[in-house]
């Protein structure tokens, strides 16, 4: 892994004259363990821009190496290019008329390692094997809910039940231990005044000081009004969170109940022929119009959305007696419920409309459209059921240093460092599988492999293994400095 030295100063801002031709600058960030958002937010302040002026395809996972295109509007590639920020790197610059937007991209190719790897490879082939022809159940990833719950934050607030909405807000503040959040949270539970609780927070954006500063302007019971202070990007991920959360729970009852077949009163998009579209993801990521535009930009975002939609609408096909062996199981969408996704006439419709019964919801597209009105759009979208990745390839490789990098990265590639060989088995310590695909867009790698290890994925759960893991490290490192001791 590299490391990069960390500028202290922001860039001199080069001035242009830019016109239609060199209106957006588009590069590949390359990034180690940063989070995508605090990067780009980090690279547009540097450039003297705004967050707002930068745009990609979808956000990238912290945890991980990854490389992404980005447009900036109204930036020079000089300016990037002469950035310096710790564990990132930006090139291939070149200019376009157009800026990227959530869903432009096909997929995302993952080459992931699995250290430590103590099964049999025989399982090991035949769960891979199993993922490369059948795939797995698409469910929306735990990164999607976080471990706040934000999908009981949008339910709350979308149902009408608002102090409970501010209540799990505020009590996201106990979650940071030893912090001054947990002092917040600890003056808030006594006293209940957001003024005295806001003078223990940081001034850094945050959804707990919205609700605080929405409590003090309009009193300590006006919970809805407070919950209006949270930004609308904010509020769409706790809503976006609901709508994912209703997917996976009719998703898994649709598979144990009615299996991997489709069956009459599906919805089917081929998926030879499209990606699946969920156009609530479209309507977080932030576009930046020119000073005197936002109104026409704004009206240009709203055609291109129902263009798209309706674009799937017309390839959206229902299940019949006649042409139900047209499809597999890989053509089936289930509905990301919003105010213009449509149920399947089936079973599967019935036990969304019951589910949404059991939260106070009787009519579905005026409840999600409501939210559309004030600036949050709701519209929904459909989803593939399972998801096949291609291009799999998987192998064993054996090593003996436990801290070895046993891929290459794309810079790694660039400046031409040679590939880790894998050691003789009976000479190495440890084994790791590497394994590599690639998945349509809105796929998450942790649910494929889910399907392969059979383990917990749950923040919690990593978490735990995490700890456990460097608890053993340490007493490695510990019994290895005895040793070295005891032989001086």
Not at 118 to 143: P, T, V, W
Not at 217 to 228: F, I, Q, S
């Amino acid at each position: 892994m590299c490391s990069f030295i960390a500028s202290s100063h922001s860039v001199p801002v080069v001035r242009r004259k830019f016109s239609p031709e060199n209106e957006y600058v588009k590069f590949v960030l390359l990034k180690f363990n940063q989070d995508s958002f605090g990067v780009i937010s980090n690279l547009a302040n540097m450039c003297g821009s705004r967050r707002a002026c930068f745009s990609s395809c979808g956000l990238k996972d912290r945890r991980a190496i990854t490389a992404q295109e980005v447009t900036a509007r109204r930036v020079t590639a000089e300016a990037l290019s002469t950035i310096k920020l710790n564990s990132v790197k930006v090139g291939n610059f070149q200019y376009t008329t157009t800026p990227l937007r959530a869903g432009d991209h096909s997929g995302n190719r993952f080459t992931l390692v699995l250290r430590h790897f103590q099964g049999s490879e025989d399982h090991l082939n035949a769960g891979m094997q199993s993922l490369k022809d059948r795939g797995f159940i698409n469910y929306f990833g735990l990164q999607r809910f976080s471990t706040s719950r934000t999908h009981l934050f949008g339910k709350a607030i979308l149902t009408g039940h608002y102090q409970d909405a501010v209540d799990m807000v505020l009590d996201g503040l106990r979650r940071f231990p030893g912090n001054n959040r947990a002092n917040a949270y600890r003056v808030w539970m006594e006293t209940k005044d957001p003024d005295a609780t806001l003078s223990h927070l940081y001034k850094s954006h945050s959804a707990e000081r919205d609700v605080l500063h929405g409590l003090k302007k309009h009193g300590a019971e006006a919970y809805k009004e407070a919950l209006g202070h949270i930004t609308p990007s904010t509020l769409s991920l706790y809503f976006h969170a609901y709508q994912a959360w209703l997917f996976n729970l009719v998703a898994s009852r649709r598979i144990n109940e009615l299996g991997l077949q489709p069956i009459v009163g599906d919805l089917v998009l081929p998926a030879s022929a499209v990606n699946a579209v969920d156009l609530n993801d479209g309507s977080v990521e932030e576009s930046a119009p020119a000073e005197n535009d936002s109104a026409s930009a704004s009206g240009d975002a709203r055609c291109s959305e129902k263009s798209k939609f309706s674009k799937v609408e017309e390839m959206l096909q229902v299940v019949t007696e006649e042409n139900i062996s047209e499809f597999t199981i890989f053509d089936v969408v289930l509905p990301i419920v919003g105010g213009r996704s449509r149920l399947p006439d089936n079973v599967v419709g019935e036990w969304y409309q019951a589910l949404l019964r059991e939260h106070g919801v009787e009519q579905i597209p005026a409840f999600f459209q409501f939210y559309g009105d004030r600036g949050i759009p709701l519209p929904g979208g459909y989803r593939h059921m399972v998801a096949r990745p291609a291009d799999v390839n998987w192998r064993v490789v054996h090593y003996s240093d436990r801290y070895a990098s046993l891929v290459l990265s794309d810079l790694d590639v660039l400046e031409g460092k040679e590939e880790i060989q894998s050691l003789p088995a009976d000479e190495a310590e440890y084994r790791a599988v590497l394994l590599e695909f690639s998945l349509k867009t809105s796929c998450y790698a942790t649910m494929a492999l889910r399907e392969v290890c059979n383990v917990d994925t749950s923040s919690s759960h990593q978490a735990a293994v995490s700890k456990r893991l460097k608890s053993e490290l340490a007493q490695t490192k510990l019994a290895s400095e005895k040793q070295q001791q005891q032989q001086q």
